[in-house]
């Protein structure tokens, strides 16, 4: 089965710095998703990475691909409070037709300090 | 254009006793994947049908769990009868069906599950 790890579990950080979330996976995939959760809310997807090293950048988050390290990562430049939520990667199987089944990492908790 | 809904948003019962969770997904999306979260753990998949048809339920616990999707388009996932380690956060999502290429899963907002 697929694993995937996602460090750290819990980040806190003050507003302005700097930091990287990691996700390793374990067999061959060609996708790679980030989402955000928000307390109550649905998981919103941030990025989908397909290839090897894809970067993709949307205001203060850039996540990267390494496929043939099997590691993605989710950069957060100059933290603010609206970052605070909780980030997951996952890993799609590779597809049967139309289907791809989701293997998720634990989460990081992002707190962000004023 | 609604998203993935889920209802109800929480529920509390009782050791041994049964609850039903529903899935309204994306109109058009003929996937339907339902995930689940226990408590400090990572989001694991249960099942996914096509229409309603069950592509893939290698991630069910156990034969407590029943989920349907009669007629393709809303889903149940029952729990009968639920036990303490059943708690969790289930996740719904949905999906189009296109062969070939990857199909984003949209999320509802889960079902908050305790067993008590």
């Known amino acids: 089965e697929l694993k995937v790890e996602q460090n750290p579990l819990f980040l806190s950080m003050q507003e302005g710095k700097n930091y990287t979330i990691y996700c390793n996976y374990s067999?061959?995939?060609?996708?790679l998703y980030w989402y955000r959760q928000d307390p109550g809310k649905s998981l919103e997807s941030l990025f989908v990475?397909?290839?090897?090293?894809a970067v993709k950048q949307e205001g203060r988050l850039m996540a990267s691909l390494d496929t043939k390290a099997r590691l993605s990562t989710l950069h957060i430049t100059a933290a603010v409070h609206d970052l605070s939520a909780t980030y997951f990667c996952a890993v799609g199987t590779l597809p049967r037709g139309g289907a791809n089944n989701l293997f998720f990492g634990t989460g990081t908790r992002l707190t962000v300090i004023p | 254009e609604a998203g993935v809904t889920q209802f109800p948003s929480h529920s509390v019962i009782e050791k041994g006793q049964t609850v039903t969770l529903r899935c309204d997904p994306i109109?058009?999306?003929?996937?339907l994947y339902w995930y689940r979260r226990v408590m400090g753990k990572e989001i694991k998949f249960l099942l996914h049908?096509?229409?309603?048809?069950?592509?893939?339920e290698s991630g069910m616990p156990n034969n407590r769990f029943l989920a349907e999707r009669t007629g393709g388009t809303y889903s149940t996932l029952k729990v009968q009868p639920a036990e303490l380690e059943d708690s969790g956060v289930y996740f719904c999502?949905?999906?189009?069906?296109?062969?070939?290429?990857?199909?984003?899963?949209?999320f509802g907002p889960g079902t908050r599950l305790t067993v008590l």
């Open positions: 999502a949905s999906s189009l069906h296109l062969a070939g290429g990857y199909n984003e899963q949209f």
């Open positions: 990475l397909l290839s090897n090293g």
């Open positions: 067999t061959t995939s060609d996708r």
């Open positions: 049908f096509v229409k309603e048809s069950k592509q893939d």
């Open positions: 109109s058009g999306h003929d996937n």
